[in-house]
């Protein structure tokens, strides 16, 4: 009974391929969001969807789009992926975007560009 | 611009307590959370305080200054387990999460 999971865990692909990231919650969540870890540990957001509208959208190249085709899914995806694009992307949902509440996050997509 | 400092890694030895500060600075302020990270994992939830004072959860306690913008995670009976990364993060006034680096929690026997 996963509450947020993600496909796929790994990811190894070369540059210039475009791919995607799938994302799913059964929690009954209004909003969820897209994060990226880098080597260095910072969580950086990239993207928040509350009830399929994109409320957050921070600067992130244009090579990084989502969708959501409904609430409970938020997918990536990644045109020319660049050397500097490997990275942990992590999902995450709460109830709703005033975010008092925590945010579940999904287990992590390791991606490495070659 | 909106900071959150951590320090990077402690040490700290299996049944002793363990103290991990965060000092933070955002544009407007709607509490902060504390969670941890194990090695290859997803961050789960420890902890909310948007309220000065002390929160006790079980081995683990955070505490809050909003005046000082400063907050800690106690952990005490420290276990293997507990090797981790612990991560602060501040809720601004957009309830956008500002995330600092984490601190490595290493514990030894």
């Known amino acids: 009974d996963t509450a947020v999971s993600q496909t796929p865990k790994y990811l190894v692909t070369q540059m210039g391929n475009d791919k995607s990231i799938k994302c799913e919650q059964n929690l009954g969540h209004d909003t969820m969001y897209w994060y990226k870890q880098d080597s260095k540990k910072f969580l950086k957001i990239m993207f928040s969807?509350?009830?399929?509208?994109?409320?957050i959208n921070e600067t992130v190249p244009n090579r990084f789009s989502p969708k959501s085709p409904d609430k409970a899914h938020l997918n990536l995806h990644i045109n020319s992926l660049e050397l500097g694009d490997s990275a942990v992307y992590f999902c995450a949902s709460s109830p709703d975007p005033g975010s008092y509440n925590e945010q579940f996050f999904g287990p992590g997509t390791r991606l490495t560009v070659l | 611009g909106q900071n959150i400092d951590q320090p990077t890694e402690m040490t700290a030895t299996e049944g002793a307590i363990v103290q991990i500060n965060c000092t933070y600075q955002?544009?407007?302020?709607?509490?902060l959370f504390w969670y941890q990270q194990h090695a290859g994992e997803a961050p789960t939830f420890l902890s909310y305080n948007v309220l000065d004072g002390l929160e006790e959860k079980g081995r683990f306690s955070s505490f809050l200054s909003r005046s000082k913008g400063y907050s800690y995670l106690l952990l005490k009976e420290l276990q293997m387990k507990d090797s981790a990364s612990y991560l602060c993060a501040g809720l601004d006034s957009n309830y956008q999460l500002i995330w600092g680096a984490g601190t490595k929690l290493i514990i030894k026997p």
């Open positions: 955002t544009s407007g302020f709607n509490g």
């Open positions: 969807y509350n009830n399929k509208e994109l409320i």
